[in-house]
C-alpha cells in the first residue's frame, strides 16, 4: 500500500505557472506508475498526465501536452506536475493516483491509490 499527499496548488493569474507535488509513503514508490487528475466542480475526474515507473515515458491529455510536464524523483519518493500557462480552464482539484497494473492508465478506475487532493484556481 502507498500513502499520497499532495502540496503546491493556490490561486494564481491566467499565464501563470505551478508546480504540484506528490509525497508518496509505503512501499516501494518505484514500483507504481503515477498519474495526475483533475476534477472541476460539477464535472467527472478526468485524466492529465502520467508517468512510468522508470520516468522515462510520460502521456498527456492534449488539453495539457506542452503546458504541463509530469516528472518523478525516485529517491525522493515524490512525483511532480509542473503547469505553464495556466488558463481559467485548468481551475480543479488535482490528485496524484498511484497504479499498480502496466499501462498508460488513462482512466480513474486504472488506479489503485489515490491523494486527498490540492485546489488551484486561475483567475482571468
Known amino acids: 500500500q502507498v500513502q499520497l499527499v499532495e502540496s503546491g496548488g493556490g490561486l494564481v493569474q491566467a499565464g501563470d505557472s505551478l508546480r504540484l507535488s506528490c509525497a508518496a509513503s509505503?512501499?516501494?514508490?518505484?514500483?507504481?506508475?503515477m498519474g495526475w487528475f483533475r476534477q472541476a466542480p460539477g464535472k467527472e475526474r478526468e485524466f492529465a498526465a502520467s508517468?512510468?515507473?522508470?520516468?522515462?515515458?510520460?502521456d498527456y491529455a492534449d488539453s495539457v501536452k506542452g503546458r504541463f510536464t509530469i516528472s518523478r524523483d525516485n529517491a525522493k519518493n515524490t512525483v511532480y506536475l509542473q503547469m505553464n500557462s495556466l488558463k481559467p480552464e485548468d481551475t480543479a482539484i488535482y490528485y496524484c493516483?498511484?497504479?499498480?497494473?502496466w499501462g498508460i492508465g488513462m482512466e480513474a478506475t486504472d488506479y489503485n491509490y489515490w491523494g486527498q487532493g490540492t485546489q488551484v484556481t486561475v483567475s482571468s
Open positions: 509505503g512501499r516501494t514508490f518505484s514500483g507504481y506508475r
Open positions: 493516483a498511484a497504479r499498480t497494473g
Open positions: 508517468i512510468s515507473r522508470s520516468g522515462g515515458g510520460t
